[in-house]
């Protein structure tokens, strides 16, 4: 015959065991939901963070307004700035002035890109490009008047 006593004890014990695994599973559901909204706030955050940075470099590339007329904002150099956030105009005076072999004269980039610089109406503008480089830290001026890449 069995013990009373020792089969009241293993209906005891197993009565705390199924409360505990009730517990962990209870815990168990609670960490994994937690896990699925972790898992859903690093999509958002990847998506939004992707973007604000396509927002940030389509706005760097937008154009301003300047008397009613659209503009392309040149942006200032920085340490972490990359050409490819000017536009292609400026990139090719940027390109035109490192490739010669020295300091340049507005003419010498103009002939360099094709632009009749028998015209002064046609070179002013392109001198003008040059000068917002050199204010926008891309490129420096010599006294002499000439163009000249930044170290």
Avoid: C, N
């Amino acid at each position: 015959m069995l013990d009373p006593e020792l089969l009241e004890r293993i209906t005891a014990r197993r009565a705390e065991l199924d409360d505990l695994e009730e517990q962990l599973a209870k815990q168990l559901a609670e960490v994994r939901a937690e896990r699925d909204e972790l898992a859903v706030a690093e999509r958002v955050l990847e998506r939004v963070s992707e973007q604000l940075a396509d927002e940030r470099a389509s706005a760097a590339l937008a154009p301003g307004q300047a008397g009613g007329r659209a503009v392309m904002l040149t942006p200032h150099r920085t340490p972490d700035m990359e050409e490819t956030m000017l536009p292609p105009d400026y990139r090719r005076i940027l390109a035109t002035v490192r490739q010669a072999a020295g300091p340049v004269m507005a003419r010498q980039v103009g002939d360099a890109l094709g632009i009749d610089i028998s015209v002064r109406s046609k070179l002013e503008p392109l001198r003008g490009r040059l000068v917002r480089l050199v204010d926008r830290g891309w490129l420096r001026k010599l006294p002499d008047g000439r163009f000249t890449t930044r170290l």
